[in-house]
């Protein structure tokens, strides 16, 4: 019994590993998918590497590769709780990889800053198991071969082979091959790159002139001259939190004064729960039912350029060269982009949008479609406003907060509330400042559209705060409409009109219909503002992988 023990001994150091994915599995932090694929890579890599220094003993190279090895298994293992336990999906998930492959500095010490309280758990967690097992079975089990008769070395050295060869055979597998943290990155990167170059060559074509069936059908409805529509796309912002839908902070003070104004629709949800999903599928004709289409067909800035609009696209977040909504951003004529080198940094707040927004609403252009793209309330919310708007980062007693208390929140979460209603009091300010500057040209005929790519659950359900798929403030979205013409209604078809149900993968009809577009790549049936527009086809409406409705 001895003697087989000692021969199977770096099996079953392999065998242990699997206790940190097992634990993980059994508190449901990750399904048998992630627990099982992480504990087959953790026994084979690891057993292999113990049986070889059974054979080589304490050979410093084999040591850094245990350790090397170790430390990247277990990195792997934390990375997936977090971004379950967090965002509510797979590493593997494509926006998981965009956002990785498309993220800075800055960026990460915002996701840490908002989110470090639950990695922390998890750090401390891991290292006590790595600490643990690098003291009990790598330090405490050395066993050289020296010491060993020759018959129990030709017996090592056979299984040490047999364990190499079904390393390589289990990498044969193309999914187990993909959670493998050496090769997950090249992978994904390699997929990606190929996405990108599928949509960049159908870029360069527009470019080119070269115009496909589709987009050659669409044409202006006729009487069209001189229009100005513009499309204001927020961010993080969920409608449970806004005054203007019935919260209880006064959060919207300055778009309150233009309610009567404001076609405001309160049944509406966001594309995808994250920013490239979202801002991908309103702006293409790409939805959950087809997510890839965006690869082939053409973009609402490749449309409205073809029906005679100058484009102008104004960011204060994002790139000219980095993923995917900065190539949708490069389809505009005019590209500019204002948070340079501080990326969702503190340094930039959304007001530095104004100036060249007031630019292009400046320019001599007959027709024009600007889309803003806001910072909005982006985690880490505290970095999202200047100081004279936190007025709401205090409030313990207001009923808001009150009722968070009674419902068992922690004050930091409450906390953490405060900041983001403040991002949202601030956002209403540049709201008000951009729909107020078209408003006042409203000699001409104009449209103002204002939706956020997600939402945000803050403190609504639990203590946390930030990103979660699962939950319903997540995809509640507001969702604003002026117009210089067409808000002349009578009070009871506004009401019906607003409380239609939409989801924002088809914003691309909506934004057709205000551009006064016509034919294969609009349907008036998924146009929010068409009388002939029919929920049935929108319904029922999808929350990632549930149904909302």
Request: aromatic share 10%; proline share 4%.
């Given at each position: 019994?001895?003697?087989?023990?000692?021969?199977?001994?770096?099996?079953?150091?392999?065998?242990?590993?699997?206790?940190?994915?097992?634990?993980?599995?059994?508190?449901?932090?990750?399904?048998?998918?992630?627990?099982?694929?992480?504990?087959?890579?953790?026994?084979?890599?690891?057993?292999?590497?113990?049986?070889?220094?059974?054979?080589?003993?304490?050979?410093?190279?084999?040591?850094?590769?245990?350790?090397?090895?170790?430390?990247?298994?277990?990195?792997?293992?934390?990375?997936?709780?977090?971004?379950?336990?967090?965002?509510?999906?797979?590493?593997?998930?494509?926006?998981?990889?965009?956002?990785?492959?498309?993220?800075?500095?800055?960026?990460?010490?915002?996701?840490?800053?908002?989110?470090?309280?639950?990695?922390?758990?998890?750090?401390?967690?891991?290292?006590?198991?790595?600490?643990?097992?690098?003291?009990?079975?790598?330090?405490?089990?050395?066993?050289?071969?020296?010491?060993?008769p020759?018959?129990?070395?030709?017996?090592?050295?056979?299984?040490?082979?047999?364990?190499s060869?079904?390393?390589?055979i289990?990498?044969?597998?193309?999914?187990?091959?993909?959670?493998?943290?050496?090769?997950?990155?090249?992978?994904?990167?390699?997929?990606?790159?190929?996405?990108?170059?599928?949509?960049?060559?159908?870029?360069?074509?527009?470019?080119?002139?070269?115009?496909?069936?589709?987009?050659?059908?669409?044409?202006?409805?006729?009487?069209?001259?001189?229009?100005?529509?513009?499309?204001?796309?927020?961010?993080?912002?969920?409608?449970?939190?806004?005054?203007?839908y019935?919260?209880?902070?006064?959060?919207?003070p300055?778009?309150?004064?233009?309610?009567?104004?404001?076609?405001?629709?309160?049944?509406?949800?966001?594309?995808?729960?994250?920013?490239?999903?979202?801002?991908?599928?309103?702006?293409?004709?790409?939805?959950?039912?087809?997510?890839?289409?965006?690869?082939?067909?053409?973009?609402?800035?490749?449309?409205?350029?073809?029906?005679?609009?100058?484009?102008?696209?104004?960011?204060?977040?994002?790139?000219?060269?980095?993923?995917?909504?900065?190539?949708?951003a490069?389809?505009?004529?005019?590209?500019i982009?204002?948070?340079?080198?501080?990326?969702?940094?503190?340094?930039?707040?959304?007001?530095?949008?104004?100036?060249p927004?007031?630019?292009?609403?400046?320019?001599?252009?007959?027709?024009?479609?600007?889309?803003?793209?806001?910072?909005?309330?982006h985690?880490?919310?505290?970095?999202?406003?200047?100081?004279?708007?936190?007025?709401f980062?205090?409030?313990?007693?207001?009923?808001?907060?009150?009722?968070?208390?009674?419902?068992?929140?922690?004050?930091?979460?409450?906390?953490?509330?405060?900041?983001?209603?403040?991002?949202?009091?601030?956002?209403?300010?540049?709201?008000?400042?951009?729909?107020?500057?078209?408003?006042?040209?409203?000699?001409?005929?104009?449209?103002?559209?204002?939706?956020?790519?997600?939402?945000?659950?803050?403190?609504?359900?639990?203590?946390?705060?930030?990103?979660?798929?699962?939950?319903k403030?997540?995809?509640?979205?507001?969702?604003?409409?002026?117009?210089?013409?067409?808000?002349?209604?009578?009070?009871?078809?506004?009401?019906?009109?607003?409380?239609?149900?939409?989801?924002?993968?088809?914003?691309?009809?909506?934004?057709?219909?205000?551009?006064?577009?016509?034919?294969?790549?609009?349907?008036?049936?998924?146009?929010?503002?068409?009388?002939?527009?029919?929920?049935?086809?929108?319904?029922?409406?999808?929350?990632?992988?549930?149904?909302?409705?």
């Amino acid at each position: 019994m001895k003697e087989i023990l000692i021969l199977v001994g770096p099996l079953l150091k392999g065998v242990a590993f699997c206790l940190l994915p097992l634990s993980y599995y059994l508190l449901g932090m990750l399904n048998y998918s992630q627990a099982g694929k992480a504990s087959l890579l953790g026994f084979f890599i690891l057993g292999t590497l113990f049986c070889w220094r059974k054979i080589w003993g304490a050979w410093r190279l084999l040591t850094f590769a245990l350790g090397f090895s170790l430390v990247l298994l277990t990195a792997s293992i934390v990375f997936q709780v977090s971004i379950r336990q967090i965002f509510g999906m797979q590493q593997d998930d494509v926006l998981v990889v965009q956002a990785l492959l498309n993220t800075n500095l800055e960026e990460v010490r915002g996701f840490f800053s908002q989110y470090m309280r639950h990695i922390a758990v998890h750090l401390i967690f891991s290292l006590v198991f790595l600490a643990t097992y690098w003291r009990l079975l790598v330090v405490a089990g050395r066993d050289l071969t020296h010491h060993h008769p020759a018959r129990r070395r030709r017996t090592t050295i056979i299984m040490a082979l047999v364990m190499s060869i079904l390393l390589v055979i289990i990498h044969s597998n193309s999914s187990l091959r993909k959670a493998n943290p050496l090769f997950y990155f090249h992978y994904n990167y390699k997929k990606m790159s190929k996405e990108m170059e599928q949509a960049r060559r159908l870029r360069e074509e527009l470019a080119q002139g070269i115009v496909s069936p589709v987009l050659s059908s669409m044409h202006l409805k006729p009487g069209i001259d001189k229009k100005t529509v513009v499309l204001v796309i927020g961010e993080s912002d969920t409608r449970n939190n806004w005054s203007l839908y019935g919260y209880g902070r006064k959060t919207n003070p300055e778009l309150e004064k233009l309610r009567e104004q404001l076609l405001i629709f309160d049944d509406v949800l966001a594309a995808d729960g994250s920013t490239v999903g979202s801002v991908t599928r309103m702006l293409t004709a790409a939805t959950y039912r087809n997510p890839d289409i965006w690869k082939s067909s053409p973009t609402i800035m490749a449309t409205a350029r073809h029906l005679g609009y100058k484009v102008f696209w104004i960011a204060n977040q994002g790139s000219e060269n980095r993923g995917v909504v900065p190539m949708l951003a490069a389809q505009a004529d005019t590209t500019i982009f204002t948070n340079r080198g501080m990326d969702r940094g503190e340094s930039s707040f959304d007001e530095v949008l104004i100036d060249p927004y007031e630019s292009a609403l400046a320019d001599p252009a007959a027709r024009k479609l600007i889309i803003v793209h806001l910072l909005g309330a982006h985690p880490a919310y505290n970095f999202r406003y200047p100081k004279p708007y936190g007025i709401f980062e205090k409030n313990f007693d207001d009923p808001v907060a009150l009722n968070l208390k009674e419902a068992g929140r922690a004050p930091w979460a409450i906390h953490l509330r405060n900041m983001y209603d403040s991002a949202l009091l601030y956002q209403d300010h540049i709201l008000a400042q951009l729909l107020g500057s078209l408003i006042k040209g409203r000699g001409e005929d104009a449209s103002w559209l204002y939706i956020a790519d997600h939402g945000q659950d803050v403190a609504h359900n639990t203590d946390y705060s930030g990103h979660n798929y699962r939950v319903k403030e997540q995809w509640e979205v507001p969702l604003l409409i002026w117009r210089s013409k067409g808000n002349t209604v009578n009070n009871e078809a506004r009401e019906m009109l607003v409380r239609r149900a939409y989801q924002a993968d088809f914003l691309d009809h909506t934004i057709l219909g205000l551009l006064g577009g016509e034919g294969d790549l609009y349907d008036p049936e998924l146009d929010l503002l068409s009388d002939a527009y029919r929920s049935t086809r929108i319904l029922p409406r999808r929350m990632r992988d549930t149904n909302y409705d």
